[in-house]
C-alpha cells in the first residue's frame, strides 16, 4: 500500500528533514504541502517541487492518509481538529501543546475521532535508549534511585532562531523556550526508561543568556511513584561540540548504566564488570511508525498519552519555578 | 618546628586515616588521643600505639597545637568551644554542624577565639578539581550556564554503617543522611568551581532503600547570583563500581568541561578543540594544610566561613524537601 501523506506548515526546523525522509520511501506519496506564511510555503513546495496547497481545505481534500503538521505549537490545535474530523492520521511536532491544557484539548480531539497520532520523541527510538531500557527492564541494574538526562544544544548562545525559526523564542507561538523544547525530550525519556510515573517536580528555569526574550535553561528534579529521582536538565544554554546532546546516568541496586563520551556502558553486580551491549543498527523515526502503522497496522511507541505526560512534567517544573513550590502530580 | 596534635575522637571513619597520615609526617608529634567511648578509644590507641588521655581536660593539658576532631557530628561544638578557648588550632570533620545554626554557632566560638580552623573539604584540592577551576578562572569556558556535581557512594545500598558508624544514620548524631555527609561536598564545589554565592535552592531529600530510618539521597538545583544552574545529586544509593564518585560537567558560552570516566576534559571554542590538561601531581590534604599553617604561616584553602556557606546550601535542600517550596539565601 502507498501512504498519502501532507505537510501542513514549514515552520517547525524539522520540516525540511520531514520532506526528505518521506520523498526517500517508496511506499509514500507526498500529495503536496499547505502554509499560511505564502512566501515560506513556497520557498519549500519549490526547493522539493512539492504541489502547494491554497488552504487547508483544499488540502484536506487531497485526500491524505496522513497530515505532518510542522506549524507554530500554538496552531497544532486549530489544524488537528480540523484534520481529525476528516479522519486523517497525524504526525504532529513536540511539544503538541503550548500549555498542558492545550494538550489535554489535543488529546481529546484525537481520541474523539479515533485517528492514528505521534509526536517526534525520537528519543525513544534510538538505539542507545531501547538499549537501556531494555537493561532495565531485565532487572540487571536492580531498583532504579536516580536517573539523569541531558537534552542540551547551544541554540541560545550561538542565536540560532531567526526569521523564519524566531517564533520558537516568541511564548505566544511556542509556549516555552529552551527547557520546554529540549525538555520535553528529557521528561518523555523519563518516562520510557523507568516506565514510571512522575509524582513531583520542582525546578529553576531561566533566562541565561538574555539573547530572546524567553526561558533557555532550566533544571528539574522529578520525584517517580517507585521512589527513582530523575535529574532532568535542558536548555539552549550548553556547548557540546562533540558530544552527544542527550547523554544519561542511571543508578540502580545492582548497577549502572552511563551513556557518555564513550557510548552506552554499563555495570552489574550480578555479572561483576562493565559491559558495553551491542547496539541495533537502523534507526526508525516516529514518523516512520506511523506510515508503518496506516500501512501495515504496526504498534506506535509514542502516543497521545506520551505526549501529554511528558507536557505535564515540563509545566510542573515551570510552575515550580515561577511558583517557587514543588509541583505534586498529577496536575489533572 | 614540629606541630603538635592531639586527636578528639574516633567515631568518624577517616579517623583512621587522619592518624596514618600525622605518623607518616617527620614535622608532627601526636600527643594522643581521647574518645568518649573508652572501648573504641582503647581499640584504636592499641592499633596505632597512641597515648589515650581519661578527659578532654587531660588532652588539652597535654597543649597540642593542633586538635582534630573526628566525633559524632552532634559532639563538634562542645569539643570546639572546649579547645578554642584553649588556643588550640582545629581541624574539624565535615559537616561542621547537624544544622545551619550550629555550624554558625561554631563559627561565632573559632572567630571569637581566633584559632586557625578547617575541615575535610578535600575536595576542593583534588588536582581535577583545582584544575577545573583555573580554566573557569581563565575564561576558557566563558560565563557559566550550567555545572553538575555528582557525589555518591553505595554506603546505603550495602550497609556500610554499623558498630562505631552506625550513628551516621542516627539523625540526632548526624544530623542528615546520605544528602548531607555527600551532598556537603557536592556543594562546597560548586562555591569552589563558580567562586560565587547560591541565591536559590530547591531539592528533593529522600529515603530510597529504608534501609536506614534517614535519608540517603538528594537532588537539587541551586541558582547562583551570576545566574548559573548547578544541579547537586549526592546519596549513598548509587553502585559505581570503577566510576569516580565526583565526577563534574560544566557548560559555559564559550567552552564545556567534563570530568567522566575518561578524567578530565575541556572544550573551548577560542582554540577550537578538547583539551585533556595536565594536572598536578600530589595531593594534599586540608589537616596538611592546616599543619602547614601551624608551622610556615601558610594559607588555608578551607576556612570555616567556606564550612558554613556549603552546610547553608544543604540546609536549603532539606528545607526545600520537607516545606514543598524553593529557598532563598542567604537564610540568615
Redesign the interface.
Known sequence: MVVKVALVSFAHVHAPGHVEQLLKRSDVEVLGAFDDNEERGRHYANRYGLRLFKTIDELIKAKPDIAVIDSETSKHKYYIELLAESSIHLFCEKPIGVNLKDALEISNIVKRHGVLFTTGFNSRLNPENTKAREILSSGA??KV??I?V?V?HPGA?DKWFKDWSEWFTVSQYSGGGGFLDLGIHGADLLRFLLNDEAV?V???V?N??GNYNIDD?????V?FSK???G?L?A?W???????PWSPL?I??????L?R???GL?Y?T?KQSG?FKPRLQGAVKTTLDELIDAVSKGSQLSVVIDDAVKAQEIIEAAYR??AE???IKLPLT
Open positions: 541494574l536492580g534511585s536516580m539523569r541531558r542540551a548562545i513531583e520542582t525546578g529553576i531561566s541565561f543568556t535553561q532550566g533544571a528539574a528534579v520525584k521512589g527513582t529521582l535529574i536538565d536548555g544554554t550548553q556547548v557540546l561540540e562533540g558530544l546516568e543508578y540502580g541496586e545492582e548497577g549502572s552511563i557518555v563520551e564513550l556502558m555495570y553486580r562493565w515550580s519555578s517557587g513550590r514543588v
